[in-house]
């Protein structure tokens, strides 16, 4: 008998005998903020009677052999070969793709990308947050049939609208002038883990910077950094004699008072698999202007509850973000509608559609 047919006896028999559910080993790794905040919210909201036991394994590494599904939500352990494995060990194997063209010879994940295409016959399904990503990955060459999309969820009870006396306190706390245009970026945006000197452009810093730039001749304008290696912003920052703010935030529990403070949330990147950003500022009554990547097409949508940008246009970010300072009231729309919006993302919502559109298909 081969591997996967003791596996899927041994699965058959427990659940024959009653005497368990079908276990999922969810890799969420634990070094990676991202990976390791959303297997904590799935485990959080995973429901204990659809049949499943969900097991949150905050590991680099995968288990040696796993009666049941693995989704390797870190797609780096699975894609690195990092170990001798045999998928053949595992009942299904689900991967999540975030971001990243593999179709691509001149991109880093094309090597990636090589690998993930010789481990497609031995995986059920690949899964990422964007329809943008799940097209790209179809041109590609991904089935259809092997394709899900499942978005990223937000803490609606951590992230929520902050009163008018929370705003002023913190925007006082901050010292941001209470008549300055406060812009929120929140990300890593530098090439490795130290001062960040050197741009991770995929990130879009010079983006930031160009547009931060622009506004600076019409508006008092106030930038709010979180994250490490941002030392190219701050650098850059100085040079233009632009007022800033930057913190480190440890977890991110700490981040929603940060967001409390800002006037829009600006994701210049040319790349995303989500951000997480884009949902925690909806969720925080904070208006967002966004280019076309990742998640924020399925999200926004432009001139009603936020505003859209080609990737690498500056100037149609600029006069986005201007709007927001120029009419008040379209900012509210925004505001109001964004709010509205974002609860069809929480986590618990979210958490139940990968059960549905992506742990039930796996049972064989």
């Known amino acids: 008998m081969r591997p996967k047919d003791i596996v899927k006896t041994i699965i058959r028999s427990c659940r024959d005998r009653g005497k368990g559910d079908i276990p999922i080993a969810f890799l969420s790794d634990r070094r990676g903020w991202g990976d390791a905040q959303v297997g904590r919210y799935v485990e959080k909201h995973f429901p204990a009677t659809r049949g499943y036991a969900f097991h949150n394994w905050q590991s680099g590494f995968p288990p040696p052999v796993w009666p049941g599904i693995v989704h390797f939500q870190n797609r780096y352990a699975l894609l690195e070969n990092r170990w001798p ?15 990243g063209d593999p179709g691509n010879r001149r991109s880093q ?12 016959p031995k995986i059920h399904c690949v899964m990422t947050s964007c329809q943008l990503t799940a097209e790209r990955l179809a041109r590609w060459g991904v089935p259809e049939r092997q394709l899900r999309v499942v978005p990223l969820g937000v ?10 006396s929370e705003r002023n306190r913190v925007r006082q706390w901050l010292k941001i002038p209470h008549n300055a245009l406060c812009i929120a ?23 930031l910077v160009k547009v931060v730039k622009r506004l600076a001749r019409n508006y008092p304008v106030f930038v ?10 701050i650098r850059r920052l100085e040079q233009l004699n632009i007022a800033y703010h930057h913190m480190l935030v440890t977890h991110h529990y700490d981040l929603p008072v940060y967001y409390h403070a800002a006037d829009c949330y600006l994701i210049p990147a040319r790349e995303e698999g989500g ?11 904070v208006p967002v202007v966004s280019t076309r990547v990742g998640m924020a097409p ?22 986005s973000v201007a709007k927001f300072a120029d009419r008040p009231c379209l900012r509210e729309q925004c505001m ?24 039930a298909d796996c049972i064989w």
């Open 336 to 359: 109001t509608r964004g709010s509205k919006t974002v609860l069809n993302y929480g986590w618990e919502r979210i958490t139940h559609a990968l059960i549905d559109d992506v742990y």
């Open 85 to 99: 494995k045999s998928l053949s060990l595992y009942g299904s194997v689900v991967v999540t793709w975030f971001h």
């Open 298 to 319: 399925d999200i926004i949508c432009h001139g009603e509850n936020g505003f859209l940008a080609d990737v690498d246009d500056v100037e149609g970010l600029t006069n």
């Open 109 to 120: 994940f094309w090597n990636l990308g090589k690998k993930l295409e010789s481990y497609l």
């Open 275 to 285: 951000p997480l950003s884009l949902l925690e500022s909806l969720a925080s009554n």
């Open 155 to 164: 803490d609606l009870e951590l992230f929520r609208p902050p009163t008018a």
């Open 185 to 207: 970026s929140f990300q890593k945006d530098g090439v490795g883990w130290d001062s960040g000197m050197e741009p991770k452009l995929v990130k879009g810093p010079d983006i």
């Open 224 to 233: 709010l950094l979180c994250g490490p290696a941002r030392g190219y912003v």
